[in-house]
């Protein structure tokens, strides 16, 4: 009797073509010759895994790695390495590594998952304790990862720049960064010179920025972030960009320190004042049912000690508090 592996290539492709990710998966786990056969496969001959979400996570503290999935239908597959036991831990099955290094089989394990991935990832999440798996990614990983999303937890300032070269800026919509110490500042005169940031569309930050200027982040339709960096002619020249481009969704800025709200009354007029909160109406280009409400609330918060919280979004006509002075659109 023929085995299945002794089956012309063409009926063995067919098998694979009509099998679902994980039934491929499984046969390759079979023996060495299915292995070999499926890796040899071109990537347009395999079944697509169809992941929406990748997490990718290493903790140096518990001595593990971790591969997140979810596919479409919001279930979660988990991959975990673990150093200190020597394993491999996949859907309640245990595998021992032996003297494998745990590093060298997550990514093996990712970069076969890649290449059963057709589709952009709609999130693609990254998590470093230990730099060891990054750099160790850095240098082998043969392609970017194509996602919509990309959010990066930071634990210092030199991992951004790297963490970012792993995903795909040309499919990248929002770009999302957090960090694990709150005090966290990080200046971001490289990161602005990204492809990464240029193509976003969406930005948010929740820890320090340095040296941000007002021009880096006009081009973002939906902003969140803390700084330092702007003065009132920053905040002037944001002003000036949303009311002249209809794209743009909201902006948040935790302004840290801000003391110019005299000097922005000297640029915009005065505000309409309610306790701690300033805000201003401006009209926009070219509409007679929107407004521009910039609103600039002082506050002292328990971890970041003081600070302004500035929104700038849209609101219809009817809905500015009666008796309030509208500006005028200047287009200067």
Wanted: glycine share 2%; hydrophobic share 40%; aromatic share 12%.
């Amino acid at each position: 009797m023929t085995s299945i592996i002794e089956m012309p290539e063409l009926v063995m492709e067919k098998i694979i073509e009509f099998s679902d990710f994980k039934a491929v998966l499984t046969l390759r786990q079979v023996c060495r010759n299915f292995r070999n056969f499926i890796d040899d496969l071109e990537d347009s001959k395999l079944p697509d895994s169809k992941f929406e979400q990748l997490e990718i996570i290493s903790e140096c503290n518990t001595k593990k790695i971790m591969l997140k999935f979810m596919d479409p239908n919001f279930v979660f597959y988990r991959i975990e390495y673990s150093a200190s036991e020597k394993s491999r831990k996949f859907q309640e099955k245990t595998t021992k590594l032996d003297n494998s290094n745990i590093v060298d089989v997550a990514i093996r394990d990712l970069e076969l998952i890649l290449k059963f991935q057709k589709y952009n990832f709609q999130v693609l999440t990254l998590s470093f304790d230990d730099c060891q798996l990054q750099n160790k990614l850095s240098n082998t990983l043969g392609q970017r990862i194509k996602a919509r999303s990309l959010s990066i937890t930071v634990h210092h300032q030199s991992q951004v720049l790297p963490m970012l070269q792993f995903a795909d800026p040309d499919t990248l919509k929002f770009l999302d960064l957090h960090w694990v110490d709150i005090n966290l500042e990080i200046g971001v005169d490289e990161i602005v010179k990204t492809d990464h940031w240029r193509k976003a569309m969406e930005f948010s930050c929740d820890f320090q920025l340095l040296n941000l200027k007002a021009e880096d982040v006009c081009h973002f339709s939906s902003i969140s972030l803390r700084t330092n960096s702007f003065d009132a002619r920053d905040l002037d020249t944001l002003k000036k960009t949303f009311l002249n481009f209809f794209k743009l969704e909201y902006w948040y800025f935790d302004l840290k320190n801000f003391n110019e709200i005299d000097e922005l009354s000297n640029l915009w007029g005065p505000p309409f004042m309610s306790g701690l909160s300033r805000t201003w109406y401006f009209r926009i280009k070219d509409s007679e049912e929107r407004i521009l409400q910039i609103e600039i609330l002082s506050h002292r918060h328990p971890m970041f000690k003081e600070y302004c919280a500035t929104y700038f979004y849209l609101i219809e006509t009817g809905d500015v508090p009666e008796g309030t002075v509208v500006y005028d659109y200047d287009e200067n």
